[in-house]
């Protein structure tokens, strides 16, 4: 008897899946176990099995095609069984059904209501819209395009490079053909679905394609202005020294008439390692793009901006640069201020004694090739007292509250264009300097922008520590769905009593900012006693 198999849900968001490829063809046996398609999903792309046996008799989703969750996928069966009653059941019931059409490609589907609606697209068109790359992405930017237009272009090709909230991203092509249009130039941005490049036969006009999608872009501009004021002759001879000596421009940092500036990935990354203001730098490669050269060979100008026994009025330039804001900041802007205003945030300060712990470390550092540091102890000892209080390890949702019997601490890192949380899971059976060792790599892959989605996903409590850069005490926005955030500061050194008698100790401060929904004042404070024993004592976090 045949046995429809439908597209699996294959992740907790997934509503819908590509065929990645297909490990079976129509007329092969199928044994129970085995691999029928690599399904792409939202999060990544996995292998699918077969829980029945018999012969491939259908495949509904071909290679590179999308499906919803729950359709047609592949029927299975006996050899030589006739299956047009089930698949002529199935087109009528797509007929019925509102749902797309389970053989429209993910671009054509996507964009099906953005093109001419008295028209059909050429034969082997492909229109390519803004992917969602992560299940938060809702608008992207071009970092880079590897193609150009005029390409040929296979499947499985780069396209470009998409700069999302969370990283910046391959995006490779389903399709093969002519890259026929490009939609957005490089350091622009668009919407989710929004066009992004059309794909096709070599030599297709496309215009008209083009012309029914409006793409929302933002771009880098920077702005001169120049203060005009009254000056005698001393200062207008001032002046024109000054104004002699080479100076940054308009015209020289911007690369054309629309304000953007060009500018290749690796030469924005060699700038900002060497600490160049991109601003200062010229281009030299074509339409005045900034290359590598660039910066290899750029020098630090500097003008004569005095002149000897002449007093004038100080006169220059006001510049400033308009950045557009990036996907990350973006994000950031929006989920804190709906964290911040939809739950109610209150703080608990605490102070931990820290001589113990300094020992502790001390001690635990002199085995060779160990190396912890004191916010592997406070992500450990978290993740400990997180264990004993499931209430703070919790989160918030409309209809319901989830108590996590599993610890994943979110380790919050600070980047150039503003903070990511990667996820360090089941960090109460890490031992220290596997929380160290993966907080480490976290850290040096987030400022590079190569964190995957599904290492920021997940957390069931944060970890923000900012006494690296000598803060002593400060407060965090929940980062939600979480119900807890904990803010610690620098180590200091002061006078404390002991015992009676006055001493120098070493103290540090934590503030638990909680979301009152889900977590009482005094389980926040019963949770900060709890840390408090293991922090002050951390042996006890290795009984």
């Known amino acids: 008897m045949a046995i429809i198999v439908n597209m699996p849900r294959l992740s907790d968001t997934m509503e819908e899946g590509t065929v990645a490829s297909w490990l079976k063809k129509v007329g092969d046996k199928i044994e129970e176990g085995d691999i029928l398609a690599e399904i792409e999903t939202d999060k990544a792309t996995m292998e699918f099995e077969s829980f029945n046996e018999g012969i491939l008799l259908h495949i509904g989703v071909q290679e590179g095609e999308t499906t919803m969750v729950d359709e047609l996928l592949a029927i299975i069966g006996e050899e030589g069984e006739d299956i047009s009653s089930i698949l002529s059941n199935q087109d009528i019931a797509n007929e019925e059904s509102p749902k797309e059409d389970k053989n429209t490609t993910e671009a054509e589907k996507d964009n099906a209501s953005d093109i001419l609606n008295t028209t059909s697209l050429p034969e082997g068109v492909i229109v390519v819209t803004m992917p969602r790359l992560s299940d938060t992405m809702e608008e992207g930017t071009v970092a880079s395009w590897l193609k150009k237009v005029g390409d040929a272009v296979e499947e499985g090709d780069i396209l470009a490079e998409i700069e999302t909230d969370k990283a910046t991203m391959e995006f490779e092509s389903f399709n093969e053909g002519t890259l026929l249009f490009v939609g957005l ?6 919407k989710v679905d929004d066009l992004l490049a059309i794909i096709g036969p070599a030599g297709t006009d496309v215009t008209a394609i083009a012309a029914n999608f409006s793409t929302t872009s933002t771009k880098i501009e920077v702005v001169t202005e120049e203060i005009t004021k009254p000056v005698d002759s001393v200062t207008k001879e ?9 100076s940054t421009t308009t015209k020289e940092i911007l690369s054309n008439s629309t304000g953007r500036l060009h500018i290749s990935p690796l030469a924005r990354k060699m700038a900002e390692d060497k600490g160049i203001s991109l601003n200062q730098l010229i281009g030299s ?16 100008s500097f003008q004569n901006t005095s002149v000897a026994t002449a007093k004038f009025v100080p006169t220059g330039q006001e510049n400033f640069e308009e950045i557009k804001n990036s996907q990350m900041r973006k994000t950031i802007a929006k989920r804190l201020g709906e964290s911040k205003f939809t739950a109610p945030h209150y703080y608990l300060n605490v102070e931990f004694d820290m001589d113990n712990a300094m020992a502790f470390r001390a001690q635990y550092n002199s085995i060779p090739d160990t190396k912890i540091s004191f916010n592997d102890i406070i992500v450990k000892a978290c993740a400990l007292a997180l264990r004993e209080h499931p209430q703070v390890n919790s989160q918030w949702y409309s209809d319901r509250m989830k108590l996590n019997n599993h610890v994943h601490v979110g380790v919050a890192v600070a980047v150039e264009d503003g903070l990511v949380v990667p996820v360090v899971r089941f960090a109460n059976e890490q031992s220290l300097p596997q929380i160290g060792a993966a907080v480490r790599d976290f850290a040096g892959r987030a400022r590079n922008k190569k964190l995957t989605p599904q290492e920021m996903d997940g957390s069931t409590f944060t970890v923000s520590n900012l006494g690296m850069f ?24 002061k006078p404390v009593v002991k015992n009676g008698q006055i001493v120098i100790g ?11 929904r889900t977590v009482d004042g005094a389980t926040g404070a019963q949770f900060l006693k709890t840390l408090k024993g293991y922090v002050e004592n951390p042996v006890t976090m290795l009984i």
């Open 470 to 493: 000598g803060i002593e005490s400060f407060t965090s926005i929940i980062n939600q769905p979480n119900s807890a955030i904990l803010s610690v500061g620098a180590i200091v050194q």
């Open 238 to 246: 001032a002046t024109k020294i000054e104004t002699s000596a080479p």
């Open 506 to 516: 070493n103290t540090i401060k934590l503030t638990l900012a909680c979301d009152h």
């Open 185 to 190: 130039n490089e350091g622009e941005s668009a």
């Open 285 to 300: 490669g074509e339409n005045g793009r900034i290359i590598k050269r660039d910066v290899e060979n750029f020098t630090p």
